[in-house]
């Protein structure tokens, strides 16, 4: 590890190499203030164990030697093996952001911002919490980098993104819900149907009544639906006994 007499590499064993040392020593204690400190983070899924370019060893080296140029002191560097970056639910990524909360380390460095999260939304919330507070975030890949102002920009932009996502989710979600309600599918929590039109329903259908003649039938006969409603749809009807056959 020549060329790196100022950084203190520890890994998830807790063992780490200095210049000049042969043999690996127990981790200290750094005595550099937290806020110069810097919190590296790793990691790969299961399916990408075998990928060298996404492997653990190179995140650790990209890392390592952004730390070298730049003079900053590593005080960490905390890998997740075997998770996925669909969510936050990863223990290494849930103790370096708790350490970082209590100011154990100032600045989160990741050699992909995909190591991270690949979801804008999920990493426009990492953005908020580091600014609230208080600690930098650096993505070596995509030039976020909120110790400089071009980086801040950069993660802005990206904010905006997810906050866009954001919207459009929402939207998307309100049209299928309207489709859904326009089609008589039941949404929200069922309420329940009289069990003699429960058991009409299951019997034509068990008799070969289309979902259509079914609720052609209820319609002609103004039989309310579950919601209370004056109309009956095929897919109100499919609803049910879907619901029927799940109960049994």
Known sequence: MRGLPKILLVYQSTVCYNEGMATPRKTRRNSAPASSLVLGYVRVSTDEQADSGAGLEAQRTAILAECERRGWELAEIV?????????????GIIDVLERLARGEAGTLVVAKLDRLSRSVLDFAGLMARS????WALV????????TTPQGELMAGVMSQFAQFERRLIGQRTKEALAVKKAQGVQLGRPRSLPFDVLARITSERAAGASLAAIAG????????????????????????????????
């Open 139 to 146: 993505a070596l890949d995509l030039g976020v980098d909120t």
């Open 217 to 248: 039938r209820l319609n002609d006969e103004g039989v309310a639906t579950a919601q209370g409603g004056a109309r009956w749809y095929p897919a109100t009807v499919k609803a049910i006994l879907d619901s029927r056959a799940a109960a049994a």
């Open 79 to 91: 890998e997740d093996a075997g998770y996925s970056a669909k969510d936050l639910r990863r223990p």
């Open 131 to 134: 600014q609230k507070e208080g």
